[in-house]
């Protein structure tokens, strides 16, 4: 299962900023990078007229944008999707998904703070939170960086969430919904795939394994 890793913060604390340097050294480090941007006011990025924007109008429930070179899917959800929804959805072959937004959510969490900016950081230690990136020492029970040092923060993702596991490990996922699974059930799913690729040419050395049932 891909990691998530969330980068929240209050309005003009820098979390874009921050994002942007940390998927840099990230990619510059040889890993892939997904992110997911959260909006909660909306947002369109079909301009009116183009092809895309007249297949919608028409009554589309999907369009997909195709190029050589890039691929964008527009789509009509019921509500706002959660960060696993998205990732079982949507995100492949990343080796870590980073969102910016999404305070609420369960996932990971880095906090960027500025002192000038706001009187108190808007997490706390119930938060999930793994890292805080500030211009000023904190307290909020996980390790507080300097706001510039990017490559500090991106050994603590690396060593976090990017090391290779030496036991394979799997997720069940549900509507979106990841179930939890007892020692035995693990066992049994992960020697049940594991018995299917062995007899399917070409799947014996698979390093990550996906498989949808809809």
Not at 10 to 24: D, H, P
Not at 35 to 54: L, M
């Amino acid at each position: 299962m891909i990691p998530i890793v969330s980068v929240v913060g209050r309005s003009n604390s820098g979390k874009t900023t921050l994002l942007e340097k940390l998927i840099r050294e990230l990619t510059a480090r040889g890993h892939c990078i997904g992110t997911v941007k959260h909006d909660v006011h909306g947002f369109d990025v079909d301009r009116e007229g183009k092809d895309s924007w007249r297949h919608k109008e028409a009554g589309a429930h999907t369009v997909v944008l195709s190029s050589p070179k890039r691929l964008a899917l527009i789509r009509d959800v019921q509500s706002d999707q959660s960060l696993e929804e998205i990732r079982g959805r949507f995100i492949r072959d990343v080796d870590l998904i980073l969102s910016e937004g999404y305070k609420s959510d369960v996932h990971p969490k880095i906090e960027v703070y500025r002192k000038a900016a706001h009187p108190e950081p808007l997490c706390t230690h119930t938060d999930a939170l793994v890292a805080v990136a500030s211009d000023t020492p904190l307290d909020l029970g996980a390790p507080c960086l300097d706001i510039d040092d990017v490559r500090g923060l991106a050994d603590l993702v690396e060593e976090r969430f990017l090391r290779r596991r030496k036991e394979r490990s799997v997720w069940l996922m549900v509507n979106g919904r990841r179930i939890a699974l007892s020692p035995f059930a693990h066992q049994i799913l992960l020697s049940t795939v594991q018995g299917l690729l062995g007899a399917l040419k070409g799947c014996k050395n698979a390093e990550r394994i996906e498989l949808r049932v809809e």
